[in-house]
């Protein structure tokens, strides 16, 4: 197949994010005049949407991912840009997050001679870095074009053992939380004439810290309360403290929200002194599993890997959260996840060739 030579390709591209390093001019050509194209480049992120109609119809699939990787690191085995094959494995930065996705859809969707509507790709170089310039800018984009499309496939690595054992159907959300509780600075001798911060949150801790605030779902486990970060105080043995810190994250399903973090921690603290600052950045989506892609994506694994694949939602973070803001349908679906962002990140050119194939099949198919 191949699929192999335009993969070890992308590979060779050092797009450490926000760089592209010239990798577009090389995709623009590799698809050829039939795919139209739209830059949407913002400060320093560089976005591409590609597309091309086959008919009229409604139907409209998104193939998306990114092409920037995170730094390499010291102590690789290989040049982690070489991208050379030995013994059936490459091992370079993006092998498994997410080149890997990007060169089989890309290969699917270029050697198409048929579908039923519209195939589209989108790709950002800002996935890796705080994602604010990237897929959400497209998206909000295409939405003013009224083209958005109908359902997605986001190519990251999410195989847990073998390929093909498990897709994404959602995504939890994740909130940061800036608690600060005020106390009366103090002689460490004379407690009664202080409010000590770290007393007063001494029985509260245990009451918060690893605390579920719902008990999730078929596809979400519980919101779990986990303290990141506690401070106090001036590294003194003599004064007491004039106020307390703590950060925490919260990596929330759709039962949970801010408000419901806000009544929680009002609850704890209640006729305490403090203020609460919650910021999000992600936001839990999942799709439903008899729609047209999850259903898709899960005929087709079975017919090409012979596996029934489960549903997941587990995880860290994506550009798919994008989509579900924008009510898209999608899944998730690549090759086996165990070295991202390790040294010697490295993946079978097996699972790049199986994955292909998935592709393919989900595109005659569809």
Not at 64 to 73: K, Q, R, S
Not at 185 to 190: E, I, K, L
Not at 259 to 267: M, N, S, Y
Request: a negative charge.
């Amino acid at each position: 197949m191949k699929i192999i030579p335009l993969f070890q390709k992308l590979l060779q591209y050092k797009t450490i994010t926000p760089k592209d390093e010239g990798i577009y001019d090389f995709i623009d050509d590799y698809l050829g005049d039939t795919w139209e194209c739209i830059k949407y480049d913002v400060e320093e992120v560089t976005n591409r949407f590609y597309y091309k109609k086959f008919n009229d119809s409604d139907e409209h699939l998104c193939f998306a991912g990114h092409i920037d990787v995170v730094p390499t690191g010291e102590g690789w085995s290989v040049d982690p840009f070489a991208a050379e094959v030995i013994d059936g494995v490459i091992t370079a930065r993006g092998a498994q997050d997410m080149k890997s996705g990007v060169a089989s859809f890309l290969y699917a969707c270029k050697n198409a001679t048929d579908f039923n509507g519209t195939l589209s790709i989108l790709l950002t170089s800002d996935e890796e870095g705080e994602g604010i310039h990237g897929t959400v800018k497209v998206l909000e984009y295409l939405k003013e074009q009224n083209f958005l499309p109908n359902a997605a496939i986001v190519a990251e690595p999410t195989c847990e053992e073998v390929f093909g054992d498990a897709i994404k159907v959602g995504r939890r959300g994740s909130i940061n939380g800036y608690f600060e509780l005020k106390g009366k600075q103090g002689h460490a001798a004379y407690p009664e004439k202080a409010i000590n911060p770290v007393h007063k949150i001494a029985p509260i801790l245990p009451q918060i810290a690893g605390f579920n605030l719902d008990n999730g779902d078929e596809f979400f486990s519980p919101s779990k309360f986990v303290v990141t970060d506690i401070r106090s105080g001036m590294e003194v043995t003599n004064v007491t403290p004039n106020k307390l810190n703590m950060m925490f994250n919260v990596r929330n399903s759709t039962k949970t929200n801010q408000e419901t973090i806000k009544d929680f921690i009002a609850t704890k603290f209640d006729g305490l002194d403090y203020t609460l600052k919650l910021t999000q950045g992600s936001y839990p989506f999942v799709t439903d599993s008899s729609t047209n892609v999850v259903k898709n994506m899960q005929k087709s694994i079975l017919e090409v890997c012979n596996i029934e694949t489960k549903l997941s939602t587990a995880g860290g973070t994506s550009d798919a959260r994008y989509f579900g803001q924008f009510k898209i349908d999608t899944v998730e679906f690549g090759v086996i996840n165990d070295t991202i962002h390790a040294i010697d990140e490295r993946v079978h050119i097996k699972e790049v060739e199986k994955l292909t194939e998935v592709f393919e099949n989900i595109i005659a198919n569809w």
